[in-house]
């Protein structure tokens, strides 16, 4: 596809969200390149987590065009090479391409650990039983959960649920991970499991991922670029290294000061 | 003589003793009557809900509409009316179908919207992991949500079994021979109406209490395994 660069998998165009009159993301423009680690820090109702949630396909654009893996996401071709609003069936094709781990879990409480983890495998992609309870069982193996293999959910504590939940999300093989502030939800001293497994995902895998965190720490060890969101927009972008340590922008040294003096 | 059934009233013992077969095929019919109504109001409710629940206004106004006639208006007017005016139209059910089906009618709308409460008290990140992992909304509703709307819906559900069971009575206005019907009919041949409305009273505390135990028990074996239900 000419609108992207080869080695660019996701990519937002004057990308536009509005709530009622509310504009939460503001002619958007927006990269991230294959296997890059981003992370997007900000403060709360700069449009973070909305633009997670926008590729994840859960709020629908209200102007500018998202591209994901070299096609568009919420429009398709017509037959006369124009764009016009994406069918479900186009979402679901490119829904296929990445995961989300939530906030707060949302993991499926009636069903056991392993159960979370293979429903939508045997679902959507049709896998046999055995091979997605087979590859579910490596997956709790490498997030080391395999002894609750058959608890349900609220069994666990919330480091371990959100460990299903990167589990899950994994299950489905997907090229891009989004992570939705994956540790405000926990208690302090269970952030650091939950950190450990994405920081091995990180290092040990190609997959492409978006991290949308107040652990700054964490973002400036992991990532391979920052971007500070304000109103709507990337206001200031860079290697953690030089975001942290030299801040071009007014705003985003209120900002660094404000939360790494709360740290 | 009710049903081919001889009543004795030499003593009141002798009395109740002999209208009790009586009474329990009146009882046979009531529980039949509750269970029939039931059964539509489950039934029609989930669509009532379904329907209300549609983006669409056009799908939704016509079925909020329904509902709010069904539950505002006396179940004896809808009974009336299904019993003396659909004859008109040229649809004539017989008086058991016809009292089954307007307890079916007015029940659908409480259970509809027990349907829907149940249904949107699960989680909206239910809906959005269901999303993010490409299940079909035909899977999302039958595997993710109603089964953690179920535990929510079962013990309201119980509730109004057991008012269902006690709105029976009425149907005896179109001629039908439930329980109390008949203990009416044997007080107006025996001038004696003490025995028979008594004990009609007493098995209907009977029923009411078994239905609500069973209930419970339902309510209980139910699998919750730390879906929040409140």
Redesign the interface.
Known sequence: MTETGADTIIKFDKVVKRFDTFTVIDELDFEVKRGEKVTIIGPSGSGKSTVLRILMTLEPISGGVVYVDGDTLWHEKGGNGDLKPASESHLRKMREKMGMVFQQFNLFPHMTVRRNLTEAPTQVLGMPKAEAKQRADELLEMVGLTAHADKYPHQLSGGQQQRVGIARALAMRPKIMLFDEPTSALDPELVGEVLGVIRRLAEEHDLTMLLVTHEMNFARQISDRVCFFDRGKVLEQGKPEDLFTNPKEERTREFLKAVLEDN | MLFGIEWDTSSTWAFATSILPILLIGMWVTIQAAVVGFFIALVLGLVWAALKAAPLKIISWPAIVVTEFLRDTPLLIQLFFLYYVLPEFGIVLPAFMTGALALGLQYSAYTSEVYRAGIEAV?R??H??A??????GT?TFT??IL??AVPRIVPAMGNYLVSIMKDVPLLSVVTVLEMLNVARIIGDRTFNYIVPLSMVGGIYLIMTLIASGAVRLLDDKL?K????LK
Do not use: C, D, M
């Open positions: 989680a990140g239910q959005e992991a999303r993010a992992l490409n299940l079909s899977r595997h993710i089964p953690q699998p395994r730390g879906i929040p």
